[in-house]
């Protein structure tokens, strides 16, 4: 049977701009996989396995407990998350 689930938890998230901040806050490489590629910003959203994920503009970096990340592109985090609450950078809510 197939049943429907909802998260549980809020998550942290932050909408991506391209700023010299967020590359440095995220540890965001800007680079190029060949000479014919135009330059991408990756993210590495898993550090125990390496992985890379490209970023852009707009898109959502979502923050886990575990130090790791997602990336969401705004259409979809639009329909699927809503604002309960803001964060600074020390973590403290308002």
């Known amino acids: 049977m197939i049943k429907k689930y909802r998260e549980k938890g809020t998550i942290r998230a ?5 700023t010299d901040e967020q590359q440095r806050k995220y540890g965001i490489l800007r680079m190029k996989r060949s000479l014919t590629e135009r330059f991408h910003d990756y993210l590495f959203t898993n550090y125990s396995s ?3 994920s490209v970023v852009e503009n707009g898109d959502w970096i979502v923050s886990f407990e575990d130090g790791s990340y997602r ?19 020390t973590g403290r809510s308002d």
């Open 14 to 18: 932050e909408q991506y701009q391209g």
């Open 71 to 89: 990336i969401l592109p705004d259409d979809f985090f639009q329909q699927t998350y809503e604002e309960v609450g803001k964060y600074d950078e």
């Open 50 to 52: 390496n992985s890379l």
